[in-house]
């Protein structure tokens, strides 16, 4: 049986909204059939890293590698990029598990120069 095949809806439809290249919105009435396995990860970040975004950015980066997702231990980031000061940004193993289920998150990282930075996490 094919990889799709043992897909839920949620699931083929995640997954075709980020190999199509879009992003789709879905409502549905009705129920999912398929059986939840507890050791599967479900969810939207399937083996990619999510995107990030910095709100007045000046130089600052943030990755957050798809094994940091897996682990779903709270960790803390260093964001300065090629900016001259540092911020950091934790995500917490619930967060991690968000994103997994497809919620973005709105974080706010350390203060330093006199200000700090709005962050987007996401997978969708």
Partial sequence: MSQLHKLSRRDFMAKLGLYG?????????????ATPNPNQTEGFCEDSSPSTSIAANH?????????????????????????????????????????????SLQLSSSSGSGHSHSITVSCA
Avoid: M, R, W
């Fill in 59 to 103: 130089g600052h980066s943030l990755s957050v590698p798809f094994a940091d997702l897996e682990s779903q231990t709270s960790k803390t980031y260093n964001i300065e990029g090629v900016a001259d000061h540092d911020h950091t940004v934790t995500i917490t193993a619930s967060q991690f598990q968000s994103l997994l289920e497809g919620d």
């Fill in 21 to 33: 290249g879009g992003l789709f919105v879905l409502a549905s009435c009705g129920s999912d059939d």
